[in-house]
C-alpha cells in the first residue's frame, strides 16, 4: 500500500510509525511545510494513560518519550495574593519540539519518506496514492477542500491566548490570575524541559482589548506581559516561537472543531484536522496519538478501506466526544471566569480543578486527602456558621432559605405520579412521600399540583381546590414533619397548552379522547391540541385560583412553595417566545412575557407567610433556536428574585415538540452555574444527577445550592441514607424505628468500600 500522511505533526508522524510497524512492506511518506526539527509551540502535557498505550504500540520510541518527560504532581493557583496548592495530579510535560523530533527520528528508522518545507494546498497531486491521511492541523487545507464530504462544524472560542515559553522553572503545575483595571488576564504556566516552562496567557476579549494588544506589535506584547507577571518570572523574559505571525496576529482564539464524517473516499482526516480539545485540558496531542493507534489497527485489520474507515471513526468517536464535551466545559469556565473569582480562593480553586466534570469530588478525594478535608471544612463552616470539628461532604452541610432550615443539599424532584383521584391523594401518595422523607432527604418536593380541574396535565393529577385535596395533602404533611426531618414543598402549577391529556404509561403528550378545553397564551400547540387564547379575564380567574391553592396549602403547613413557570405549561409558554405569540402587553419583549407569570407570582407571595420561602422552577433553555436561551434565562431568574423568589430550580426543555436537548451527566448545571453565579441568585440543579459525587461536585464548586434528583428516587427512597453511609457521615439522623439497620449499612459498606466491592 502507498500512503502520504500530509502533515508531519505528533499525530500524522504517529501513524505513519504505527503503519510501518504492522506492515513494514507498506510505502509511507510524510510531508511536512515545516524545516526538520523545527515547529510551534513550547510544551505538551500528557497522562500516564497516553504512555502507556504508546508503550503498548511502540516500546522503543515510548522509552525515548518517557526519558524526556518532566513529571510534576501538584497544581499552584495564585489569585487575589494568595496561592493555594493541591496534589496528586500526576502530570507528565514534553517539548513540542523534543516530541517532534523524536518521532521524525524514529520514522527515519523505519524507512518512513519525510518531505520537508513543502505546502500542501489540497489533495489533487496525492491521487496515485491509495491512502491519504489529512494529519495537517487545525486549518487542515484538505478538510477545507472536501469539506462537502467532511461537513465541519467550526466553533472558534471568544477567549484571546498567546503560547509562550520561559526560562522560569514552574515545578507545579501553576495557574496565575492577575485583575487589571480593564478585567482579568491569567496564565497556565508549567515546566517541560530542565530549563523550560510553557507560559500560555489568556483573558476575555473586552479585557484583551480595553489594554490595547490589538494595536501592539508582538514584542510589545511580550512586554507588556513580562512587566504584568514580573512577581511570576522572576526576571526570567517570555520567549515566542511563532515567527509565521506578526503584530496581534500572535494572539489566537480557539477554534472547537468538530466533523460529521471523517473519511471520504481514500481520505482520512486524523488528529486536530477532524477535532481539537481545548488547551486548557491538554489532551490534543493525546487525541491525535490514539487516532494515530486506531487507524493504522483498523486498516489492518481489515482487507478494505472503507471497513477500516468506518471501524476507526466508531471506536474513536466516543472517546473523542467525552474528552470534548470535558473540553467545552473547561473553555466555558475560563470563559467566564469573573463569575468566580468573588469565591474564597479555596473554592475558587475547587472549582477550577473540577471544571471540566472529569475529576470529580471523591477523585480530588484520592489525589490529596489532605487538601479536600481542608476545603470541605471550610465549606462547612461558611455553611453552618460554626466551626468544623471535621470534614464533611458539602450535600450534608445545612442550608437555609427565610426561615426554613434544611438539614443537607439533597431534594426530591417533583415528579408526576398520575395516581390521585380526582385530583385527591391517596394512601400511595402518603407511602410515597413518606418513604422519601424517611429515607434522609433535606427537601420533597411534591409532584406539580393543580389549581383547578380544567389546570390538570392528565385526570390522575393532584390538584389543590377543594377541601378533600386539602386533607390529603395535610395528612401527608403531617406524617412528614412527626417523622423526619425533612420539609416539604408544594409544587403548584397549570398544565395550559399541555393539559386534558392520557397518563405517561399509556402515551405521554397523547390528547385524551374525551377531554376538556386547554387554554394557552397564544393558539400554538404544543403537539396536537391548539389552545383556546386566554383573555385577560380568564388570566385574572387563575390568578385567582393560584391565590387560593396557597391559601389551602398554608393550611396544610407545606414549608415552601414552588411556582411551575418551566417545561411548556401555562406560564412557561407565556415565557417563551416559541409559543407566545401575544400583540398585546403580554406579549413580544421578555418584560411583556414576563408580565403575567409575575403578576401570579406577586399574588401568591402576598398571601403566602413571609417566613416561607418560595422557589419558581424555569426551563434555562428551549433547546430550539429562537427560544429561550441562557442568556435570558439569567434575566428571568433576576426578574423572579427581585420580585420576591428565594431560589431558582432550573430545568430545561420540554417546551416545544421540536427540541434538540444535549443529554450527558449532570447536563442542565451549567444553565444553574450561570444563573447563580451571574445573576447572584440562589439555585436548584436538576437534571441527570445521581451519584454522591455529582452532588458533592455541584454543591462545593458553587453551581448550586440544592440539587434535585429524580430516578435516583424512585429506585431508591433511602438513597441520601445510603449516601451518608458511603461517605461515613455519621451525623445523618434516621427514623428511630430503623435505628438498629443504621450501624449495619455504614460498617458493611465502609468494609465493601475497603474491599473495592461496592457498586
Given at each position: 500500500?502507498?500512503?502520504?500522511?500530509?502533515?508531519?505533526?505528533?499525530?500524522?508522524?504517529?501513524?505513519?510509525?504505527?503503519?510501518?510497524?504492522?506492515?513494514?512492506?507498506?510505502?509511507?511518506?510524510?510531508?511536512?511545510?515545516?524545516?526538520?526539527?523545527?515547529?510551534?509551540?513550547?510544551?505538551?502535557?500528557?497522562?500516564?494513560?497516553?504512555?502507556?498505550?504508546?508503550?503498548?504500540?511502540?516500546?522503543?520510541?515510548?522509552?525515548?518519550?518517557?526519558?524526556?518527560?518532566?513529571?510534576?504532581?501538584?497544581?499552584?493557583?495564585?489569585?487575589?495574593?494568595?496561592?493555594?496548592?493541591?496534589?496528586?495530579?500526576?502530570?507528565?510535560?514534553?517539548?513540542?519540539?523534543?516530541?517532534?523530533?523524536?518521532?521524525?527520528?524514529?520514522?527515519?528508522?523505519?524507512?518512513?519518506?519525510?518531505?520537508?518545507?513543502?505546502?500542501?494546498?489540497?489533495?489533487?497531486?496525492?491521487?496515485?496514492?491509495?491512502?491519504?491521511?489529512?494529519?495537517?492541523?487545525?486549518?487542515?487545507?484538505?478538510?477545507?477542500?472536501?469539506?462537502?464530504?467532511?461537513?465541519?462544524?467550526?466553533?472558534?472560542?471568544?477567549?484571546?491566548?498567546?503560547?509562550?515559553?520561559?526560562?522560569?522553572?514552574?515545578?507545579?503545575?501553576?495557574?496565575?490570575?492577575?485583575?487589571?483595571?480593564?478585567?482579568?488576564?491569567?496564565?497556565?504556566?508549567?515546566?517541560?524541559?530542565?530549563?523550560?516552562?510553557?507560559?500560555?496567557?489568556?483573558?476575555?476579549?473586552?479585557?484583551?482589548?480595553?489594554?490595547?494588544?490589538?494595536?501592539?506589535?508582538?514584542?510589545?506584547?511580550?512586554?507588556?506581559?513580562?512587566?504584568?507577571?514580573?512577581?511570576?518570572?522572576?526576571?526570567?523574559?517570555?520567549?515566542?516561537?511563532?515567527?509565521?505571525?506578526?503584530?496581534?496576529?500572535?494572539?489566537?482564539?480557539?477554534?472547537?472543531?468538530?466533523?460529521?464524517?471523517?473519511?471520504?473516499?481514500?481520505?482520512?482526516?486524523?488528529?486536530?484536522?477532524?477535532?481539537?480539545?481545548?488547551?486548557?485540558?491538554?489532551?490534543?496531542?493525546?487525541?491525535?496519538?490514539?487516532?494515530?493507534?486506531?487507524?493504522?489497527?483498523?486498516?489492518?485489520?481489515?482487507?478494505?478501506?472503507?471497513?477500516?474507515?468506518?471501524?476507526?471513526?466508531?471506536?474513536?468517536?466516543?472517546?473523542?466526544?467525552?474528552?470534548?464535551?470535558?473540553?467545552?466545559?473547561?473553555?466555558?469556565?475560563?470563559?467566564?471566569?469573573?463569575?468566580?473569582?468573588?469565591?474564597?480562593?479555596?473554592?475558587?480553586?475547587?472549582?477550577?480543578?473540577?471544571?471540566?466534570?472529569?475529576?470529580?469530588?471523591?477523585?480530588?478525594?484520592?489525589?490529596?486527602?489532605?487538601?479536600?478535608?481542608?476545603?470541605?471544612?471550610?465549606?462547612?463552616?461558611?455553611?453552618?456558621?460554626?466551626?468544623?470539628?471535621?470534614?464533611?461532604?458539602?450535600?450534608?452541610?445545612?442550608?437555609?432559605?427565610?426561615?426554613?432550615?434544611?438539614?443537607?443539599?439533597?431534594?426530591?424532584?417533583?415528579?408526576?405520579?398520575?395516581?390521585?383521584?380526582?385530583?385527591?391523594?391517596?394512601?400511595?401518595?402518603l407511602v410515597h412521600y413518606g418513604s422519601r422523607a424517611l429515607g434522609g432527604a433535606g427537601l420533597i418536593f411534591t409532584e406539580m399540583t393543580h389549581v383547578s380541574k380544567e389546570a390538570r396535565i392528565t385526570p390522575s393529577c393532584t390538584g389543590m381546590y377543594k377541601e378533600e385535596h386539602r386533607q390529603g395533602w395535610k395528612r401527608i404533611v403531617d406524617f412528614v414533619h412527626q417523622?423526619?426531618?425533612?420539609?416539604?414543598?408544594?409544587?403548584?402549577?397549570?398544565?395550559?397548552?399541555?393539559?386534558?391529556?392520557?397518563?405517561?404509561?399509556?402515551?405521554?403528550?397523547?390528547?385524551?379522547?374525551?377531554?376538556?378545553?386547554?387554554?394557552?397564551?397564544?393558539?400554538?400547540?404544543?403537539?396536537?391540541?391548539?389552545?383556546?387564547?386566554?383573555?385577560?379575564?380568564?388570566?385574572?380567574?387563575?390568578?385567582?385560583?393560584?391565590?387560593?391553592?396557597?391559601?389551602?396549602?398554608?393550611?396544610?403547613?407545606?414549608?415552601?412553595?414552588?411556582?411551575?413557570?418551566?417545561?411548556?405549561?401555562?406560564?412557561?409558554?407565556?415565557?417563551?417566545?416559541?409559543?407566545?405569540?401575544?400583540?398585546?402587553?403580554?406579549?413580544?419583549?421578555?418584560?411583556?412575557?414576563?408580565?403575567?407569570?409575575?403578576?401570579?407570582?406577586?399574588?401568591?407571595?402576598?398571601?403566602?407567610?413571609?417566613?416561607?420561602?418560595?422557589?419558581?422552577?424555569?426551563?434555562?433553555?428551549?433547546?430550539?433556536?429562537?427560544?429561550?436561551?441562557?442568556?435570558?434565562?439569567?434575566?428571568?431568574?433576576?426578574?423572579?428574585?427581585?420580585?420576591?423568589?428565594?431560589?431558582?430550580?432550573?430545568?430545561?426543555?420540554?417546551?416545544?415538540?421540536?427540541?434538540?436537548?444535549?443529554?450527558?451527566?449532570?447536563?442542565?448545571?451549567?444553565?444553574?452555574?450561570?444563573?447563580?453565579?451571574?445573576?447572584?441568585?440562589?439555585?436548584?440543579?436538576?437534571?441527570?444527577?445521581?451519584?454522591?459525587?455529582?452532588?458533592?461536585?455541584?454543591?462545593?464548586?458553587?453551581?448550586?445550592?440544592?440539587?434535585?434528583?429524580?430516578?435516583?428516587?424512585?429506585?431508591?427512597?433511602?438513597?441520601?441514607?445510603?449516601?451518608?453511609?458511603?461517605?461515613?457521615?455519621?451525623?445523618?439522623?434516621?427514623?428511630?424505628?430503623?435505628?438498629?439497620?443504621?450501624?449495619?449499612?455504614?460498617?458493611?459498606?465502609?468494609?465493601?468500600?475497603?474491599?473495592?466491592?461496592?457498586?
Open positions: 500500500m502507498k500512503i502520504v500522511c500530509i502533515g508531519g505533526g505528533p499525530g500524522g508522524l504517529y501513524f505513519a510509525i504505527s503503519m510501518k510497524l504492522r506492515n513494514p512492506a507498506y510505502e509511507i511518506t510524510v510531508v511536512e511545510q515545516n524545516k526538520p526539527h523545527d515547529t510551534f509551540g513550547w510544551g505538551i502535557v500528557f497522562s500516564d494513560q497516553t504512555l502507556e498505550n504508546l508503550q503498548l504500540n511502540d516500546p522503543e520510541s515510548a522509552e525515548t518519550i518517557r526519558k524526556s518527560f518532566a513529571y510534576w504532581d501538584d497544581i499552584d493557583v495564585h489569585i487575589h495574593g494568595k496561592v493555594i496548592r493541591s496534589g496528586g495530579h500526576g502530570f507528565i510535560g514534553i517539548g513540542r519540539l523534543r516530541l517532534i523530533t523524536i518521532l521524525q527520528e524514529r520514522a527515519a528508522e523505519l524507512g518512513i519518506k519525510q518531505v520537508f518545507e513543502t505546502q500542501v494546498e489540497n489533495s489533487d497531486n496525492y491521487e496515485n496514492y491509495d491512502l491519504v491521511v489529512a494529519s495537517d492541523g487545525i486549518n487542515s487545507k484538505i478538510r477545507t477542500q472536501h469539506a462537502a464530504h467532511f461537513q465541519p462544524d467550526i466553533d472558534l472560542r471568544r477567549n484571546k491566548f498567546i503560547w509562550l515559553g520561559t526560562h522560569k522553572l514552574f515545578e507545579a503545575f501553576t495557574f496565575i490570575f492577575i485583575k487589571t483595571e480593564h478585567g482579568w488576564i491569567w496564565a497556565h504556566a508549567y515546566r517541560f524541559a530542565d530549563d523550560l516552562s510553557t507560559f500560555i496567557v489568556e483573558c476575555e476579549p473586552e479585557t484583551w482589548n480595553a489594554l490595547g494588544f490589538e494595536d501592539m506589535s508582538k514584542e510589545e506584547a511580550i512586554g507588556f506581559l513580562e512587566s504584568l507577571f514580573a512577581d511570576y518570572l522572576d526576571a526570567n523574559p517570555l520567549m515566542e516561537n511563532a515567527k509565521h505571525l506578526r503584530g496581534s496576529s500572535v494572539w489566537m482564539n480557539f477554534p472547537r472543531v468538530t466533523c460529521k464524517h471523517w473519511y471520504h473516499q481514500n481520505i482520512v482526516l486524523l488528529g486536530d484536522a477532524v477535532h481539537t480539545a481545548h488547551f486548557s485540558i491538554g489532551s490534543g496531542t493525546k487525541l491525535a496519538f490514539e487516532d494515530g493507534i486506531s487507524l493504522a489497527e483498523s486498516i489492518h485489520q481489515n482487507s478494505n478501506l472503507a471497513d477500516a474507515f468506518k471501524c476507526y471513526q466508531d471506536e474513536r468517536e466516543i472517546e473523542v466526544l467525552r474528552l470534548q464535551n470535558a473540553a467545552r466545559n473547561s473553555t466555558a469556565w475560563f470563559e467566564n471566569l469573573p463569575r468566580y473569582t468573588d469565591f474564597s480562593t479555596t473554592q475558587f480553586t475547587y472549582s477550577l480543578l473540577t471544571r471540566s466534570q472529569r475529576v470529580s469530588h471523591e477523585n480530588l478525594r484520592l489525589r490529596d486527602k489532605t487538601w479536600l478535608e481542608s476545603m470541605e471544612c471550610e465549606f462547612a463552616e461558611n455553611a453552618s456558621g460554626t466551626a468544623a470539628q471535621t470534614p464533611t461532604s458539602p450535600m450534608f452541610t445545612p442550608f437555609s432559605l427565610r426561615k426554613m432550615k434544611l438539614v443537607n443539599r439533597v431534594a426530591v424532584s417533583p415528579m408526576a405520579m398520575y395516581s390521585a383521584e380526582d385530583g385527591t391523594v391517596s394512601d400511595f401518595h417523622q423526619s426531618q425533612a420539609k416539604i414543598a408544594l409544587q403548584l402549577g397549570h398544565a395550559g397548552p399541555k393539559g386534558s391529556t392520557k397518563i405517561m404509561w399509556e402515551g405521554q403528550d397523547t390528547a385524551l379522547e374525551e377531554g376538556w378545553p386547554i387554554v394557552g397564551p397564544s393558539a400554538v400547540p404544543y403537539k396536537d391540541q391548539i389552545p383556546h387564547v386566554l383573555t385577560k379575564a380568564e388570566m385574572r380567574e387563575i390568578q385567582n385560583q393560584f391565590v387560593k391553592a396557597v391559601q389551602l396549602a398554608e393550611e396544610c403547613d407545606f414549608d415552601m412553595l414552588e411556582f411551575h413557570c418551566g417545561h411548556g405549561y401555562l406560564f412557561s409558554a407565556f415565557i417563551t417566545p416559541l409559543s407566545n405569540k401575544r400583540t398585546d402587553e403580554y406579549g413580544g419583549s421578555l418584560a411583556n412575557r414576563m408580565r403575567y407569570p409575575l403578576e401570579v407570582f406577586q399574588a401568591i407571595r402576598s398571601v403566602w407567610p413571609e417566613q416561607k420561602p418560595i422557589s419558581v422552577r424555569i426551563s434555562a433553555h428551549d433547546w430550539v433556536e429562537g427560544g429561550v436561551d441562557d442568556e435570558e434565562a439569567v434575566l428571568i431568574a433576576k426578574m423572579f428574585y427581585e420580585a420576591g423568589a428565594d431560589i431558582i430550580n432550573v430545568s430545561s426543555g420540554q417546551t416545544n415538540i421540536n427540541e434538540k436537548p444535549v443529554f450527558g451527566r449532570m447536563f442542565q448545571t451549567p444553565f444553574s452555574d450561570r444563573i447563580r453565579n451571574e445573576a447572584k441568585v440562589p439555585t436548584i440543579a436538576v437534571g441527570a444527577i445521581f451519584e454522591t459525587d455529582h452532588v458533592n461536585s455541584i454543591i462545593a464548586a458553587g453551581r448550586a445550592d440544592l440539587c434535585c434528583l429524580a430516578r435516583p428516587h424512585l429506585s431508591n427512597p433511602y438513597w441520601t441514607l445510603h449516601a451518608a453511609a458511603r461517605q461515613n457521615h455519621l451525623e445523618q439522623a434516621w427514623p428511630v424505628q430503623y435505628l438498629a439497620g443504621k450501624r449495619q449499612l455504614e460498617v458493611n459498606t465502609q468494609r465493601a468500600l475497603q474491599m473495592g466491592t461496592l457498586i
